[in-house]
T-cell receptor, first 110, second 109 residues
């Protein structure tokens, strides 16, 4: 079954404590992307990756890092989380014209 | 950044009525897609319309595309309570995907 798996689903953390949200896809897609979703703002792209070792900034990259060491995994790293990064995060794997989304990670930074 | 913008932001109708949502975008596209999101869940792909198509149907969904006006509409006919969700349009150009803020549809039983 085609899947994009994000972990964790829910996370509450404190300001400044580094965290990683993992994303894994089993469809051998080259293109993956991270979005954050905030009320009234829709989905905003954080980072995307066109292939292994190829990543680029989206619309709101500040405060985030990503890596793409292998095709299936695309982790999102918050080196020093701040309260304004409290949001719902989605990872997507995209082939041609269709995006497959993970179930989301609800992050709260206090 | 290229982005689809949905209109209206929210729509509330009775079961059985039709729901129409609109999307406007800014630059040339290869195709436009509509996605659905149930509350707090990931988006699910509904339908894609290519730039050389004007209308497409899938079950109770009808999508139109007017490239001269850079707009698209999604019509859901004979709506059901289970259609309650947020609907997003997405554009790509190329290998890049941007979403709007979505239309929140509520279908009352």
């Amino acid at each position: 079954e085609a899947q994009v798996t994000q972990n964790p689903r829910y996370l509450i953390t404190v300001t400044g404590k580094k965290l990683t949200v993992t994303c894994s896809q089993n469809m051998n897609h080259e293109y993956m992307s991270w979005y954050r979703q905030d009320p009234g703002l829709g989905l905003r792209q954080i980072y995307y990756s066109m292939n292994v070792e190829v990543t680029d900034k989206g619309d709101v990259p500040e405060g985030y890092k990503v890596s793409r060491k292998e095709k299936r995994n695309f982790p999102l790293i918050l080196e020093s989380p701040s309260p304004n990064q409290t949001s719902l995060y989605f990872c997507a794997s995209i082939r041609n014209t269709e995006a497959f989304f993970g179930q989301g990670t609800r992050l709260t930074v206090v | 950044s290229q982005q689809g913008e949905e209109d209206p932001q929210a729509l509330s109708i009775q079961e059985g009525e039709n729901a129409t949502m609109n999307c406007s975008y800014k630059t040339s596209i290869n195709n436009l897609q509509w996605y659905r999101q149930n509350s707090g869940r990931g988006l699910v792909h509904l339908i894609l319309i290519r730039s050389n198509e004007r209308e497409k149907h899938s079950g109770r969904l009808r999508v139109t595309l007017d490239t001269s006006k850079k707009s698209s509409s999604l019509l859901i006919t004979a709506s059901r309570a289970a259609d309650t969700a947020s609907y997003f349009c997405a554009t790509d150009a190329p290998n890049d995907m941007r979403f709007g803020a979505g239309t929140r549809l509520t279908v009352k039983p």
